[in-house]
């Protein structure tokens, strides 16, 4: 075989080899895309899969968010307890405080009753004319003014804790801050008007410390 048969030999043999790479990457590629897409089953059971696994999850933090307003019922029902516990504790102690002052301020009122008694009876006094001339009407007098300034003094001391004497002379009787002690009979006054105060009453700002007793005009039937 000469040498230009041979290499026309070689060359197809080549080609020939050639072809079969072409072939082979050629159905690779096509292997390898079809292996690559997945078929329809295959598809539809991995989203059924993943939904599944959606629910599981949402079942779970539904759960979850359950269980967290459950707590949270539970601390804002704990933190409502515990400020109700706290607002009746002070009011407790609230009402402690004022039942304190109250009984402190009823003596007061009590010691104020004596002073004005002392005074009245001071300024009531008029001496005879037999002692006249010593130092008795000089002493009385001194005691008087004494007195008085002890109950301006006292005065004060209950006036700056708020409590003031109840208007009742002149004033239509009310059963809620006056005690009738005494019945009166005025014609020139209408039937139920105060006439006159046994005892002063005393209010400490909107709260009744104590009542006052006073005489009550009536009048009968025969009378305007």
């Known amino acids: ?11 197809r043999f080549s080609a ?16 390898t895309a079809e292996a690559a897409t997945p078929d329809l089953f295959t598809l539809l059971a ?11 999850e949402s079942r779970q933090v539904k759960g979850a968010l359950d269980r967290f307003r459950d ?11 515990l400020e109700e516990g706290q607002t009746q504790r002070a009011e407790a102690e609230r009402r402690a405080r004022e039942d304190q002052q109250r009984d402190l301020l009823l003596e007061l009122l009590e010691l104020r009753d004596r002073l004005q008694a002392a005074a ?10 037999l002692i006249r001339w010593g130092g ?20 004060d001391l209950l006036a700056r804790r708020g409590v003031q004497a109840l208007r009742a002379i002149g004033q239509r009787f009310d059963p ?17 008007v105060v006439l006159a105060e046994v005892r002063r009453g ?23």
């Open 1 to 11: 075989m000469d040498a230009a048969a041979r290499e026309q030999l070689l060359g």
């Open 16 to 31: 020939y080899l050639d072809g079969l790479d072409e072939g082979a990457t050629d159905d690779a590629a096509a292997a």
């Open 46 to 56: 991995q989203l059924a899969a993943l939904k599944n696994e959606v629910k599981i």
């Open 71 to 81: 707590a949270f019922d539970l601390v804002r029902q704990a933190q409502t307890r």
């Open 120 to 129: 009245n009876q001071a300024h009531r006094y008029r001496p005879g004319w």
């Open 136 to 155: 008795a009407a000089g002493f009385v007098a001194a005691m008087a003014a004494g007195l008085d300034m002890n109950l301006r003094r006292l005065d």
């Open 176 to 192: 809620h801050t006056m005690h009738a002690a005494e019945i009166g009979r005025d014609p020139k006054q209408v039937t139920g």
């Open 202 to 224: 005393f209010v400490q700002g909107e709260r009744l410390l104590r009542p006052a007793e006073v005489v009550v005009n009536r009048l009968t039937q025969s009378e305007p």
